[in-house]
């Protein structure tokens, strides 16, 4: 069973940066999907970014043009650039296949505050 291994989360100001990074235990990248999730306090996990296997990528309305998505297939790593980040952005970050099939990490904690 691959597994996936998020961080790179931290304390932001509003308007600031952090690139997450997830690094897969195998060569998932290439033969899935993937996408990047969150879960904000008291709400559901949330599908925020995916990239296809042909580097395709879609975004959530609430992160478009601030978030970007992107993959080294070779280092088996996916990675998140955020910048603009609001408040509102404040979650546990994710990783998984898009859809999710594989058991959920630990995450990385994203929060936006001044």
């Known amino acids: 069973q691959v597994q996936l291994v998020e961080s790179g989360g931290g304390l932001v100001q509003p308007g600031g940066s952090l690139r997450l990074s997830c690094a897969a235990s195998g060569s998932i990248f290439s033969i899935s999907a993937m996408g990047w999730y969150r879960r904000a306090p008291g709400k559901g996990r949330e599908l925020v970014a995916t990239?296809?296997?042909?580097?395709?990528?879609n975004y959530a309305d609430s992160v478009k043009g601030r978030f970007i998505i992107s993959r080294d297939n070779a280092k088996n790593t996916m990675y998140l650039q955020m910048n603009s980040l609001k408040p509102e952005d404040t979650a546990v970050y994710y990783c998984?296949?898009?859809?999710?099939?594989?058991?959920w990490g630990q995450g990385t904690q994203v929060t936006v505050s001044s």
């Open positions: 998984n296949t898009s859809p999710s099939f594989i058991t």
């Open positions: 990239i296809e296997r042909g580097g395709g990528t």
